[in-house]
């Protein structure tokens, strides 16, 4: 801005209606020239910022897609068993993963994490968990036992413990694992500070299931676990923490009454029904309140 007037309040009028600079008359043209100069650098620092900030969000979405495809596939050759699930990162990428893994010809193993924070760093060490808990290579099965063992959940998880230490990796994450038989509906299970799983049961309507150790990380505090006896249509939800912590704009938590008379309403539906309608009553809930955290859902029923 050019101008006569050198008063403060003038000055501050021109700046406030959008001028970036200010210059009074009479100039010097070596003044008008230097000011010109710090002007083109500032655009060209604007433009190159906006480049970095669009190769950032190009490098989320591009990481949020490899996450979403790590999400659990159809299992074959299953029929005693149904699975759906539902999965909604606050951010491009999440801390957030779970998956369901073949194991043996009768066993199925299934897992949900859910790493403190959120974003890339979270995000990795989802990842990393991820690559260790397959039935392949990973450490869900000892491999140098003859023939194969497939290690009980609280075996697992204490392997979890020691492999991401606190003071190495600077965060802690939860993480349920249980691990079904299909000839017998046996559900063994170990949590270490994670949600508690629910069973929806035809006759004893709805259990939770309470037992749970302190999160992963800390170490020389070993885990336990528990074994449950499913009957032929009893379902098994696993959630993570953003399903109950869901607010909305009344600063109000959709909470833990709120999912068991919704997930007491929706039992009877198969499977992906009772996902969809759980995941679409948290959302109807928060209305136009954002989400705060991962919202993770993963259920099964049981056929025998």
């Known amino acids: 801005m050019l101008t006569a007037k050198s008063d403060k309040q003038d000055v501050i009028a021109g700046l406030e209606a959008g001028a970036d600079d200010y210059l009074t008359k009479p100039f010097d043209f070596g003044e008008l020239r230097a000011r010109v100069d710090v002007g083109v650098r500032m655009i060209e620092m604007q433009a190159s910022l906006r480049e970095a900030q669009s190769k950032i969000e190009e490098a989320l979405q591009a990481a949020g897609k490899i996450q979403q495809s790590l999400l659990p596939r159809p299992l074959a050759d299953a029929s005693q068993v149904e699975f759906a699930w539902k999965f909604e990162p606050c951010d491009a990428v999440g801390g957030d993963i779970f998956n369901i893994v073949r194991i043996d010809g009768d066993h199925v193993g299934m897992y949900m994490v859910d790493v403190a924070g959120h974003g890339p760093p979270s995000a990795m060490i989802s990842v990393l ?13 000892d491999r140098t036992a003859s023939p194969p063992r497939v290690l009980a959940p609280e075996e697992v998880l204490n392997l979890l413990d020691r492999e991401f230490p606190l003071m190495r990796f600077r965060r802690h994450f939860t993480i349920v694992y249980a691990v079904l038989s299909l000839s017998s509906g046996e559900l063994t299970y170990s949590n270490a500070a994670h949600c508690a799983p629910i069973v929806l049961s035809r006759g004893d309507g709805l259990k939770t299931l309470t037992e749970s150790g302190t999160v992963i990380g800390i170490g ?9 006896a499913l009957s032929p249509g009893d379902k098994v939800v696993l959630l993570s923490d953003g399903v ?3 607010g909305n704009e009344a600063r109000e938590f959709f909470g833990e009454e709120r999912l068991h008379q919704t997930l007491s309403a929706l039992r009877a539906g198969p499977p992906s029904e009772l996902v969809a309608g759980l995941y679409a009553t948290v959302t109807a809930f928060a209305g136009a309140q954002p989400a705060a955290d991962d919202v993770s859902i993963l259920a099964f029923e049981y056929k025998g």
């Not at 968990?129 to 099965?141: K, R, S």
């Not at 020389?220 to 449950?228: D, H, K, L, Y």
């Open 244 to 246: 109950e912590e869901m």
């Open 220 to 228: 020389a505090i070993p885990f336990g676990q528990e074994t449950v």
């Open 129 to 141: 968990v991820y690559q260790l808990m397959n039935a392949h290579n990973g450490i869900l099965v």
